[in-house]
């Protein structure tokens, strides 16, 4: 049977981000094991920066709830997550839980391919922020297949309830879950990711900061990324950045480790930490 995991990052209970989940969850006409993760109630730990889970078959040495997490993601055939917009942003329980994919590269074969949506309310129109193209990285690094990045606009506790269409979307969502093709943005949207922001280069070229395609703005400003052909998320990009690069700086690291530790001891008696 297959397994469907709910990962709702918001602290309100009975919220959009809850009751939202909990529509698509309930419309997916397969027969189905569905789980639900409060992630505000378990103790995520900012990442050490050890890249120890970047060795094979070593798990995360931080002594909190995210081994838990990642393996719930991993055996679960569908990710559906519920985020809302604080300030500007994802949630930062989303951004915490992002930070520890270092480890991505061993995690990525059980949900690579497998259907992912995120959706992300918000309560004041304009204040969407980056929190779209912040959203969009997590199942990227998993290489799930995203198949929404849907954000709606409700501000109070359980509003996005009054406007019918908000529960048909949801509804659809959740029917066409296992068979939905992967999400690819609107007219204004990069097409490789789905990211709604760019980075004005040189002359007309954008790019995309999330997936680092290089596009020309045309003269309608629509963005043309038909010539981009890069993918920061694409598997050979991946592997070159977690296999090669990351292992090159850890070479690099060991070289340098001595000479390094010299330059840092002038920093050490600078002990102004304060705490509560
Ligand atoms: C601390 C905080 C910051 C927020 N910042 C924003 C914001 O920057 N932009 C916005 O549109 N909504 C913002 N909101 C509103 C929430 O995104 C909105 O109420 C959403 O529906 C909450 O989802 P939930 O019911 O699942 O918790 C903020 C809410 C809180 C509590």
Not at 49 to 61: G, M, T
Request: aromatic share 10%; with cysteine; hydrophobic share 35%.
């Amino acid at each position: 049977m297959k397994k469907v995991l709910g990962l709702v990052i918001s602290n309100r209970k009975l919220g959009n981000s809850e009751i939202l989940v909990k529509e698509i969850m309930s419309n997916i006409p397969e027969e189905c094991n569905r789980e639900l993760i409060r992630l505000t109630d378990l103790e995520i730990k900012p990442c050490r920066a050890c890249y120890v889970c970047l060795q094979h078959d070593k798990a995360c040495p931080v002594q909190d709830d995210f081994n838990y997490i990642i393996e719930k993601i991993r055996e679960a055939d569908a990710l559906i997550i519920g985020v809302p917009v604080y300030f500007l942003g994802p949630h930062g329980y989303y951004k915490m839980l992002t930070d520890r994919l270092v480890g991505a590269q061993n995690h990525y074969q059980d949900t690579q391919g497998k259907p992912c949506v995120i959706v992300i309310p918000y309560g004041t129109k304009g204040w969407e922020g980056y929190s779209k193209a912040a959203c969009i990285v997590m199942p990227k690094l998993l290489r799930m297949k995203l198949v929404d990045c849907w954000q709606i606009h409700a501000t109070l506790p359980g509003e996005s309830l009054l406007n019918p269409e908000n529960i048909n979307y949801a509804k659809a969502l959740g029917r066409e879950l296992f068979n939905k093709p992967e999400y690819h943005g609107g007219n204004q949207e990069c097409p490789v990711c789905g990211s709604d922001l760019f980075r004005l280069l040189n002359e007309n070229q954008v790019e995309c900061p999330i997936c680092g395609s290089i596009g020309i703005l045309k003269n309608n400003y629509s963005p043309d990324f038909s010539d981009s052909g890069y993918d920061r998320f694409s598997d050979q990009e991946m592997n070159e950045h977690f296999k090669s690069w990351l292992l090159e700086m850890k070479e690099r690291f060991l070289a340098e480790k001595e000479h390094l530790k010299e330059l840092q001891k002038g920093y050490q008696n600078q002990s102004w930490w304060i705490k509560p």
